[in-house]
């Protein structure tokens, strides 16, 4: 059985060729089709950008926690952007305030996150050689690599990148004149975003198509680890909202370019009348948020999955309410297409159809609850080990509750007139959205480490990691409640113009400061990935005595992941602390007739069904021996 | 620079961690600990995270309550009572599930701590407990919601017939602030006559215009309705009164609307607060561009009394700068010139 | 729990359907997004007022009559070769892909038309809507005509036939698509103009 071969035993037969692959240094590691290879990349480039975002969200703090610093050496660097008295260009504040939210949601959250781990997990964890398509998988991590080099570029030009705020709001990003960064540094964003979007897109089809086309013998919806159930939810999300996103943004390009009045009327700037007549800007807003809030969830919602995987691991205990997790999934799949306007409260539309948003806003807390309630419950009464991973995915339980209550505030329209646009949002979404997924992803890494690299990441440091990022993200963003409830606007380069907001500098400082030694505390985190890749402890096949079936490939899976026939899987992914069973987990690649002493009733019945898979399977093998000899 | 140190600080003191860290782990390779399933450090991050909820619970509690009144903006609208109670009453709701689910989160951890002999309860699910917590945060939240919506519908409800109207118009980077004179009828504008002495782009050929006036703050009565006719005329800019518990975007193309009833006048606030000093105020909430941090207003509540005296004493744009209706229409230059003759 | 996992579908493949038509549906789906929400963001727009009004091109009801023709042409080159009637295949290839073209033409006269009336791109949105609806349309449907071009070549070379038809099945599902995709268009700005 060649160790490379890339069609799955599926309707797919007349692809299936068998052939060795040899790989040379390109293939393996740039233009690889392996999705391991893809899923890694995106990986790196994901934490070269939060990196970057990080580094952009250190230089604004600096601002806004110590106005009065003198930061002439960071002109090595800034350059003009730094004035002559040696602070920073309030333009240029807010084209790091924009470059640091574009980065953050899109580039780290969006491809760091879903493109890693739906890459790397989907085919190991439905049992698959690769993804669908292969090539279109390498498009994907290229053009994401394009958008990437794009918006990297953007950053030193001129007149800086975009700076309208990630939303980039017409016409403050329609008009040259309006700022700097809305000439070259807003096409460029506009390039950078329609090659993001391509890749989403690419990777979304592809992600939806191998859930549902590859998955192993037994693998019904029904078996699915939670991961790929809000993997395939996420794809489902980016291919319905993703194309707005690019309409909003065509008819922006329209604007900008060619003159059109889509977003644009009755201007007068730079000392002269615009002709643009008839435009409309909250047509832009309810465009841009018909993507922007599901967005928010493309951003969490493979975080959740993740967590829920790692959490019912390391409790040795069934994730509590498989079945209610799939469905709060669902529900919040389909709510985030008409919760948009939750955003645009005092936006000046019809006050009628706030009424109408802050109703339906109110229905996708109750699944966010459930989630969390099963968390909880599964949690209780476990058996719980702290793996790096572990403490991670409970920072994102903390931050998840935190930061979603914090939402019932904001989707009460009244409630929300005064904190729209201040600090109050800014703790908000970092928690739920930021913060959240952010330890998603890093429980994700610390968990499937040893599966992408083979060796363990080093426990101990992890565990220094993760406090630190624990409490330091707390000190960062709990006291910007304090400072939203206050009322001080987001995006403001200093406040000490209003009597209303001329204090907390103490806050705003100690705030900065924590900022500055949690991203610190990363430095540890990068040490631990980059050292273990190479020195790490060499891993044991399955480190975390883990049901699922990743575990079941070779330390270093090949292209095609499994050397010989993909495994069958006979029972869901969650069966740990079985009653009767010796050990306190049960792969899915266990069959039922094998383990008796611990079956439940109604899966005894499951046996006979299960005999005639068995059957089945050996044919299969008998088959494929007779065509290799 | 003090960031700078502090980073440099925490850089050494992290790699002191590290460094020790890293002995230990050879230490455990050595004993050979790293075998086992759950090593001594599963006990110290289970008691970390009873430390944090302590820790951590302490600290929210002491600061919140220490620095209530500083957090806690002064209210001078009427509305805003209604918007500030159903605040409060939300976050007493959001406050006890957030202090409930983080004690048992944080407390989990400890309690159910790996332990060799022990094993975990096989508990996949339960359908009643479910039901409960989807139906119960629903009433909850139906009822939070149900007080938004009246308060919502009430502020958004159009503006009483005898509010006192004030234009606020936003662009880079100011407020320009336009009364309707003694009509209480703003006159037309177009933005292509705009000018630097016609800021807001008043078309004085419309008659309503001619009493127009602006006033660099905004003056308006105490305990009588106020109409905030919205606009902008580059870029979107967004009114909010942080003591009024007022905003709303201002939207080129889009004129935009929020009425109110102010209760405090600034006297009466300054006596209250014991601050001479203080001033309502007016700030930008949707980012606008290089000078967004910086579009102040001040907004002077007064008596009744006393606002119509100001407003008497106020001078049409017209009166100020005649040159600004000298082409215009023989039949309203005549009104124009009346108007400007009853001001002399 | 009990009855949940009593559904154990057996162990079959999942959908024997070929990934690559799935992700071509998969694609119409984006495509179908997109002018969703351009033709949501044309009813915003227009329930705002302001609206300028004027009558459709007539030569868009000529451009529709082609590109259901096309469909017409295109479906029976597909029935014929899974009939492999290869000469049958060939020649209703070779109409498609010249009706095709023909439609594209079309669409540009309709441009043309447009400017005569003093509808351009540039100035109010009713217009330029009209043209990013008509341009968008256009360039989906030349990479319908690129992919008409491809099986075309394919078929010369004796490809397509019954026992090899993914292809041909793909292409007569998109464009088919990028058919109906036109006659939503058409109609909705019938409606709504
Ligand atoms: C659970 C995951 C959630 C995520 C990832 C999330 C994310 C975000 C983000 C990114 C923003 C900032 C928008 C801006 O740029 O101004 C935001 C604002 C908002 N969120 Fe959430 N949110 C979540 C949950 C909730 C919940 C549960 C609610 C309500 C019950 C909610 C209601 C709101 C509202 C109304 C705003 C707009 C506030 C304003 O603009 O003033 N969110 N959210
Ligand atoms: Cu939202
Ligand atoms: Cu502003």
Known sequence: ??????????????????????????????????????????????????????????????????????????????????????????????????????????????????????????PLQIGARDMASGFMNMLSYWF????????????????????????????????????????????????????????????????????????????????????????????????????????????????????????????????????????????????????????????????????????????????FGYKAMVISMLGITILSFIVWAHHMFVSGMNPFLGSIFMFLTLIIAIPSAVKVFNYLTTLWRGNLIFTPGMLFSIG???????????????????????????????????????????????????????????????????????????????????????????????????????????????????????????FAAQLIFLFNFFYSMYRGRVASLNPWRSNTLEWTTPLHPGHGNWPGEIPAVYRWPYDYSKPGAPEDFIPQTVPLSATPESNLPHEQELVKLEKAIIADEETLLVANESKAS | ?????????????????????????????????????????????????????????????????????????????????????????????????????????????????????????????????????????????????????????????????????????????????RYPGVDNVLGANDFRLTTASNVSGVDFTDKNALDDFSSPVVVIPKGEPVLFRIRARDVLHSVFAPHMRLKMDAVPGMPTKFWFVANKTTEEMRAELNDPEFEFEIACTEICGRGHFSMKRVINVVEPAEYRKWLAEQRPYIVINPALVENLPADVKELADITISEYK | MEEKFAFVENAEQPIAMHPKKFALWLFIVTVVMIFASMTSAYIVRQSEGNWLEFDLPEIFWYTTGVIILSSVTLH????????????????????????????????????????????????????????????????????????????????????????????MEMLVTYWHFLGGLWIYLFMFLLLNH
Not at chain 1, 26 to 37: A, G, L, S, V
Not at chain 2, 128 to 137: H, M, N, R, S
């Open chain 2, 1 to 177: 620079m003090y960031g700078f140190l502090i980073a440099v600080g925490v850089l050494l003191l992290l790699s002191i961690i590290w460094m020790v860290y890293r002995i230990q782990t050879l230490v455990s390779v050595v004993k050979g600990s790293d075998k086992k399933v759950a090593s001594g450090s599963n006990k110290v991050n289970a008691i970390m995270f009873l430390l944090f909820l302590i820790g951590g619970g302490a600290l929210m509690f002491w600061y919140s309550i220490k620095e209530f009144d500083n957090y806690n903006p002064p209210l001078a609208s009427e509305h805003g009572a209604v918007t500030d109670q159903l605040f409060w009453i939300t976050m007493a709701v959001t406050g006890f599930i957030f202090i409930v689910t983080h004690i048992l989160l944080f407390w989990f951890p400890y309690k159910y701590r790996y332990q060799e002999n022990k094993q975990a309860a096989f508990y996949p699910d339960n359908n009643k407990l479910e039901v409960i917590w989807t139906v119960v945060p629903a009433i909850v939240l139906a009822l939070l919601v149900i007080g938004g919506w009246r308060a919502w519908s009430d502020i958004t409800r159009p503006a009483p017939e005898n509010a006192h109207i004030v234009e606020l118009m936003g662009y880079q980077f100011a407020w320009e602030v």
């Open chain 1, 396 to 518: 994102l339980v903390s931050f998840f509750i935190s930061g979603g209550l914090t939402g019932i505030f904001l989707g009460n329209s009244a409630i929300d007139i005064q904190l729209h646009d201040t600090y109050f949002v800014v703790a908000h979404f970092h928690l739920v959205m930021g913060s959240a997924s952010f330890f998603g992803l890093m429980a994700g890494v610390y968990h499937w480490f040893p599966k992408m690299f083979g060796r363990m990441m080093d426990a101990r440091l992890g565990y220094v990691h993760f406090w630190l990022t624990f409490i330091g993200v707390y000190m960062v963003f709990f006291p910007m409640h304090y400072i939203g409830i206050a009322g001080f606007p987001r995006r403001y380069y200093t406040w000490t113009n209003f009597e209303f907001s001329n204090m907390y500098t103490d806050l705003n400082m100690f705030v900065s400061a924590a900022a500055i030694v949690t």
């Open chain 1, 1 to 122: 059985m060649a160790t490379a071969h890339t069609a799955s035993h599926s309707a797919t037969a007349h692809d299936h060729h068998e052939h060795e692959h040899h790989d040379n240094f390109i293939t393996k590691y740039i233009f690889t089709q392996d999705h391991k290879m893809i899923g890694k990349q995106f990986l790196i480039t994901g934490i070269f950008w939060a990196i970057i975002g990080g580094l952009l969200s250190v230089i604004f703090r600096l601002q806004l926690g110590f106005p009065d610093m003198q930061l002439e050496f960071l002109k090595p660097i800034l350059g003009g952007w730094i004035t002559a008295e040696g602070k920073l260009d309030p333009d240029f504040y807010l084209a790091l305030v924009t470059m640091h939210g574009t980065i953050m949601v899109f580039f780290v959250l969006t491809a760091g996150l879903s493109g890693t781990f739906s890459n790397f997990l989907i």
């Open chain 1, 144 to 319: 994401f690599f394009l958008s990437s080099v794009i918006m990297f570029v953007s950053l030193f030009i001129e007149t800086g990148p975009a700076a309208g705020g990630w939303v980039v709001y017409p016409p403050l990003s329609a008009l040259e004149q309006a700022i700097p960064g809305s000439g070259l540094g807003m096409t460029l964003w506009l390039i950078a975003m329609t090659c993001f979007i391509a890749s989403s897109l690419l990777g979304g089809i592809n992600y939806i198509t191998t859930v549902i086309n590859l998955r192993t013998k037994g693998m019904s919806f029904s078996r699915l680890p939670l991961t790929i159930w809000a993997f395939f939810l996420t794809a489902v999300i980016g291919l319905l909202s993703f194309p707005v996103l690019f309409s909003a943004a065509l008819l922006l390009v329209f604007d900008r370019s060619f003159g059109t009045s889509f977003y644009l009327s009755d201007i007068y700037i730079g000392g002269e009348p615009l002709p643009n007549t008839g435009g409309s800007p909250v047509l832009y807003q309810h465009l841009f948020w018909f993507l922007g809030h599901p967005e928010v969830y493309i951003v969490l919602l493979p975080a959740l999955g993740i967590t829920s995987e790692i959490i019912a691991t390391n409790s040795r205990k069934p994730i």
């Open chain 3, 76 to 167: 029976w080159s597909y029935l014929s070769a899974k009939k492999d009637e290869l000469g049958n295949l060939k020649t209703g290839m070779i109409i498609t892909t010249v009706l095709g073209l023909t439609f594209l033409v079309g669409q540009w006269y309709s441009w043309v038309a447009l400017v005569d009336r003093d509808v351009f791109f540039v100035g109010n949105p009713a217009g330029s809507f009209l043209y990013v609806f008509t341009g968008l349309h256009a360039l989906h449907l030349i990479s319908g005509v690129i992919f008409l071009i491809i099986v075309l070549i394919s078929s010369f070379k004796y490809e397509v036939h019954s026992k090899s038809m993914d292809r």
